[in-house]
């Protein structure tokens, strides 16, 4: 399976393509704000041929999301996420607003278009590749990670960090439900496990879990 990462919007939030030799991709968080960055990742997906299977949302923080009607638009692709945040649809187009200075949201500040829901122990297929969904909430009440055993990784959005955890002072947060979250659905996969994160760069679990300073041993 190959992983390319883009790091898009003031946020630098990490949107992830997975791809394999099918020609058969998802993309997670597609979080593509500005006209540039927008294009950059139009053209990865069109230039390399991909047939775009999902758009797997981690959670439904605005910062995470400005790209998804785009590659719905372009690809049809489905959205999917964790029905627990989707109260936070409500205020998004005004967040964008606020925090991103887009007129009336602008066009990728629109309120993104849901398709799927997700619940904890569904599979998403897309290739040869099978992607295992585990509801953690905590940094929001939808937040789930994605679980790819066979290649060794997963994808924790903001509940995880390179040496962090997600803020919990957000609507729905709860610091408890997170550490809860990290014990229970992270810390029991092998240590050799990848986490590529939705900001910053990737981790492990065996690192997390012995130097974590939140949550570590």
Same mark, same amino acid.
């Given at each position: 399976?190959?992983?390319?990462?883009?790091?898009?919007?003031?946020?630098?939030?990490?949107?992830?393509?997975?791809?394999? @030799?099918?020609?058969?991709?998802?993309?997670?968080?597609?979080?593509?704000? !500005?006209?540039?960055?927008? @294009? +950059?990742?139009?053209?990865?997906?069109?230039?390399?041929?991909?047939?775009?299977?999902?758009?797997?949302?981690?959670?439904?923080?605005?910062?995470?999301?400005?790209? &998804?009607?785009?590659? &719905?638009?372009?690809?049809?692709?489905?959205?999917? =996420?964790?029905?627990?945040?989707?109260?936070?649809?409500?205020?998004?187009?005004?967040?964008?607003?606020?925090?991103?200075?887009?007129?009336?949201?602008?066009?990728?500040?629109?309120?993104?278009?849901?398709?799927?829901?997700?619940? $904890?122990?569904?599979? &998403?297929?897309?290739?040869? +590749?099978?992607?295992?969904?585990?509801?953690? %909430?905590?940094?929001? %009440?939808?937040? &789930?990670? !994605? !679980?790819? @055993?066979? @290649?060794? =990784?997963?994808?924790?959005? $903001?509940?995880?960090?390179?040496?962090?955890?997600?803020?919990?002072?957000?609507?729905?947060?709860?610091?408890?439900?997170?550490?809860?979250?990290?014990?229970?659905?992270?810390?029991?996969?092998?240590?050799?496990?990848?986490?590529? %994160?939705?900001?910053?760069?990737?981790?492990?679990?065996?690192?997390?879990?012995?130097?974590?300073?939140?949550?570590?041993?």
């Amino acid at each position: 399976m190959n992983i390319k990462i883009f790091a898009f919007n003031p946020l630098e939030v990490n949107t992830y393509v997975l791809s394999d @030799e099918t020609g058969e991709c998802i993309v997670i968080d597609p979080a593509s704000l !500005y006209a540039g960055e927008r @294009e +950059q990742l139009l053209s990865y997906l069109q230039d390399s041929g991909f047939k775009v299977r999902h758009l797997l949302l981690t959670h439904l923080h605005f910062d995470h999301v400005p790209g &998804v009607n785009l590659l &719905v638009s372009r690809f049809g692709a489905p959205a999917w =996420c964790h029905p627990d945040d989707l109260f936070l649809l409500d205020s998004m187009a005004g967040q964008m607003q606020a925090f991103f200075g887009l007129p009336d949201g602008g066009e990728a500040g629109h309120t993104p278009e849901i398709s799927g829901r997700l619940s $904890d122990g569904d599979t &998403v297929t897309f290739g040869n +590749q099978s992607i295992k969904v585990l509801h953690t %909430p905590g940094h929001s %009440p939808g937040s &789930v990670i !994605y !679980y790819n @055993e066979a @290649e060794g =990784c997963l994808f924790s959005g $903001d509940l995880l960090f390179r040496s962090g955890v997600g803020r919990t002072d957000l609507p729905g947060g709860s610091f408890g439900d997170l550490t809860d979250s990290l014990k229970s659905k992270i810390f029991t996969l092998p240590d050799a496990t990848v986490v590529y %994160p939705g900001h910053g760069p990737a981790t492990t679990v065996g690192f997390e879990k012995r130097n974590n300073p939140f949550v570590g041993r």
